[in-house]
């Protein structure tokens, strides 16, 4: 440890005022306080101290992501392997899914951070350690077989048009990961939905290569109730066999890489609950919307596949838990003040089930009722604050005390 | 001929395409802008079409400028406007029949594009013909231009043609290139209209706002 940070003091001259590579000044800072705290402090106003800055906020939230994305790379491989009915041991499943996953992961971070870099560079301020979690994100939130060029672009147009030009990092109004992810789905279509991008049948990197049997259905379980064309659908894997809640909470099943397994989600959920990074009321709010909406659909809605879903089976198939566990909760994007987080999360869970059951065109809804929450965060913010000035002014004025006690102060 | 491009008259046609640009600047037309530049050729025939009637219609109020009562000028000036319009529907719909269907009501439209008024308002009113005939040049070739610009990124990028014409290799696709379907859709106009605004104002210091 000591020889790195040596090493960081060697080097660091070059990288100041005058010196040979001081253009990249940035770039060198953001490494440098990625790696250590740095152990300059603000000179002039009052701070509140706290063990957590935004760096360690951005890595255990990260670090909640593990699981989901472990278990998603397990899971690609093992759609794979049932595909092409092969059976390559756990290990061999995971290392194909690793293989499928890892350049979608780099792909991911090369573009955003190198955007990151080059703002930061122009704008001549430090990195902002915000693409941490976005760069993790994208890789999840999308089908397998997403072409690595059509995510390139996609995080270049998220980075640049949802985040830099709002301000950077802490200032973007929508979730960026998300405004991604609505780019691809509004602008490749068919790469993004239908039955063949879910599961990968071509090999990886030459590995895993093998014909496809004919069993083999790759539409995702919501795919399947949305397009299903009677009053109920029967959900089936990628092999045919019937599927059930249990299913969608183990997430062994097709779909996005990371959204699949509500136990590797809520394993996250967990970590960012005890560290406090992510809201409780945000994430409870966005389950009880579902559920409630969920069930009125189920009790009183339109006569197809869709609205006949389960309420719970809804909160565990698609993408509902992750967006509630780690989007609707972002803290940049949602509700700030207590009660708005409340209305917020609520609202998203309940629009995510509208969405899926009343339109046809999207299975998913999580993604979009996120978005247009993000939009209305600021107004529900807005509303409930100016709620509690005019609460305490009532308070205030004597016209509206009792009786007695107006007449007792005068 | 120096009469003709005095310096306040080429002022008043370089203006509007780029430091006065009706759309850019003022922000006005956006709606139509949005509605026909999903190709290039919509983009190019209403762009021709609005530079048209704004020259002409700006000629014609700036004829009538002494005459018309100032309580009803608006309605005069709609009258004007409508005729054109009517006209050059009508020759659409003759000589290039397609656009006219791919345009629909939008030529109908002009009449209510703010470009339109605010010229009219603003300057035939209190200007000569030639000035105003040259200013409604200008505002519409400003207009014009943003319009082309931005339709041929949406088409290129959304269809992969120009003007109908295949302009992206098959090589491309068949390596796993695709069109951009968020091209097609209107917000990307408003995001394309964004960039030209944000590549302007950067080489313009004194059109940012503070």
Known sequence: MSGLRKFLDKIKPNFEEGGKFAKLHSVFDGFETFLFVPNTTSKKGSHIHDATDSKRTMIIVVLALVPALLFGMYNVGY?????????????????????????????????????????????????????????????LIVPVDTPLWMIAVATAFAVIFAKEVFGGTGM???????????????????????????????????????EVIDAFS?????????????????????????????DGVIGLIPGSIGETSVIAIALGAILLLVTKVASWKTMLSVFAGGAIVGAIFNWIGPDTAVAHFPWYEHLVFGGFAFGAVFMATDPV????????KWIYGFLVGAMAITIRVLNPGYAEGMMLAILLMNAFAPLIDFYVVDANIKRRLKRKSPSNLPQGEALERS | MGKLFSNKTKEVFVGPLNKNNPVTIQVLGICSALA??????????????????VAFANVIISLLRNTIP??????????????LVTVVSEVLKAFAYDVSVQLSVYIGLIITNCILMGRLEAFAMSNKPWESFIDGLGNGIGYAWILIVVGFFRELLGSGTLLGYKVIPQAFY???????????????????VACIIWVQRARNKELQEK
């Open chain 1, 172 to 210: 973007n109004i929508f979730n960026v990961a998300l405004v991604t992810r609505a780019f691809l789905f509004f602008a490749y279509p068919t790469a993004m939905s239908g039955d063949t991008v879910w599961v990968r049948t071509k090999g990886a990197f030459g590995f895993g290569k093998g």
């Open chain 1, 333 to 340: 994007t949602s509700s700030r003040t207590e009660t708005g």
């Open chain 1, 79 to 139: 759609q794979h392997f049932l595909a092409i009915g092969q059976d390559m041991g756990f290990w061999g499943t995971f290392f194909f899914g690793f293989l499928a996953v890892l350049p979608i992961i780099l792909v991911s971070y090369i573009v955003g951070l190198g955007i990151e870099f080059i703002v930061a560079q122009i704008k001549g301020h430090e990195i902002q350690e915000g693409y941490l979690v976005t760069g993790f994100l994208i890789p």
């Open chain 2, 174 to 192: 068949d390596a796993g290139y695709s069109n951009n379907g968020l091209m097609i859709l209107p917000p990307m106009a408003l995001i394309l």
């Open chain 1, 218 to 246: 790759g539409a995702t379980p919501l795919g399947q109730v949305g397009t299903a064309t009677g009053p109920t659908a029967d959900i089936v894997g990628t092999l045919g066999e019937p599927l059930n809640f249990w």
């Open chain 2, 36 to 53: 026909v530049t999903a190709k290039l050729e919509p983009a190019l025939v209403m762009g021709l079409s609005v530079t048209i009637i």
């Open chain 2, 70 to 83: 100032g309580r009803i000028r608006i309605i005069v000036q709609l009258v004007v406007v409508a005729a």
